[in-house]
């Protein structure tokens, strides 16, 4: 005897047409993340079978969940709902790019806002931040522009020189600082997958910073 399926939580009834752009939505953005309906549901702490209701459109997803299936998707809420988003500029020109301190670091935003990746152009002074370890969802890859970059990677120290680039998964325990007095400059990129930390980009912790 097969064990039964795991029990859903009750779901108020709705209207069938109360979130008519759901459930292609649903379905269209798993096949994008290249995930199956049972390792979706899995990740989102759902039965297979209660997701493809959802994909069907036969149920209806609550806030909590649609907050939950946008991190596994890595989008928002508002794409699952196919709300059309406003038009971005692809260009960032170098005027527009104002200078940012935090925590002693400089960064420049080097691309459009509300994406899921996150440009940024970084200097790194030295002596800053050298000892602060972060670990977060998502991945980063930076490109050294000048000077001498300190990465270390778990128990791995690297030293990147004028041209040297890394990639490498969020979640593997870091740290970054100049190897030289006069500092660093680089190109970073950045997603953090729905994190509470994509506001923070770069710079010290702050109150409730999860890295």
Do not use: N
């Not at 029990?7 to 008519?20: C, R, V």
């Not at 005027?95 to 440009?119: F, I, K, L, V």
């Amino acid at each position: 005897m097969s064990p039964a399926e795991p029990k859903e939580p009750a779901e108020p009834p709705q209207a069938a047409d109360a979130l008519p752009a759901v459930a292609p939505q649903l379905r269209e953005l798993r096949r994008r993340a290249s995930l199956t309906l049972e390792a979706a549901a899995r990740t989102a702490g759902l039965s297979p079978a209660h997701l493809s209701r959802l994909e069907t459109g036969q149920r209806q997803p609550s806030l909590p969940m649609l907050l939950t299936l946008a991190r596994v998707y890595g989008t928002t809420v508002s794409e699952l709902l196919g709300e059309t988003v406003a038009d971005r500029d692809a260009v960032v020109r170098a005027s527009d790019m104002e200078p940012t301190a935090a925590g002693g670091w400089t960064y420049w935003q080097a691309g459009a806002p509300g994406r899921g990746m996150q440009a940024l152009r970084v200097h790194v002074p030295h002596g800053a931040q050298g000892d602060i370890v972060r670990v977060h969802p998502g991945e980063e890859w930076l490109y050294v522009l000048q000077g001498r970059l300190r990465l270390h990677l778990g128990d791995t120290a690297h030293t990147l020189a004028p041209g040297d680039s890394a990639h490498f998964d969020s979640l593997t325990p870091h740290r970054i600082a100049a190897a030289d007095r006069g500092g660093a400059d680089l190109l970073f990129v950045h997603t953090l997958l729905q994190s509470p930390a994509t506001a923070l980009c770069l710079g010290g912790p702050t109150q409730g910073d999860p890295t």
